[in-house]
């Protein structure tokens, strides 16, 4: 298994009535099912914040402006269709004033469309979220904001 230490960027996403944002994948390499704020890798030359906004607008639909400038490193180790993730993350906060804004993925890699099982607001997370600390992720960022 090959490794890798992208640099990657993530949005926790609350809507107004503490409902969070969770995008559904399956890895066909190991067959697992996982749940995960929308986010991911930074291209060259991008600051964490400007991956993380238009990561949230490719992945959803919504406005990468609703990101804010405020941060918690969250070091992550998983491993994603075949190959081991061993890094820091930043995890963002973006906040909505609708209940249950519309999620409508755009922008998404041909890798992501296969991967890609939908998406849901919820206010329990479920099993299989990434990553396993995202509750404590949550709690940090809406004490910060």
Known sequence: MTTSDRPAARVVC????GRVL?????????????????GGGLDPGETP????????????????????DLAVEVGRDFSWLGVRYVKTESFFLARFPASRPQVTPG???QEEREA?????????LP???????LATV???LTTLA
């Open 116 to 124: 890609y099982l939908g998406c849901r607001w919820t206010r329990r």
């Open 22 to 38: 969770l995008m559904h994948w399956h890895d066909r390499v190991s067959g697992l099912d996982v749940w995960e704020p929308p």
């Open 49 to 68: 914040l400007e991956a993380a906004r238009r990561e949230l607008t490719e992945e959803t639909g919504l406005p990468g402006a609703a990101v804010q």
């Open 127 to 133: 099993a299989g979220v990434e990553p396993p600390t």
């Open 14 to 17: 609350l809507d107004r009535d």
């Open 107 to 109: 922008a998404l890699t």
């Open 138 to 140: 949550i709690r940090q």
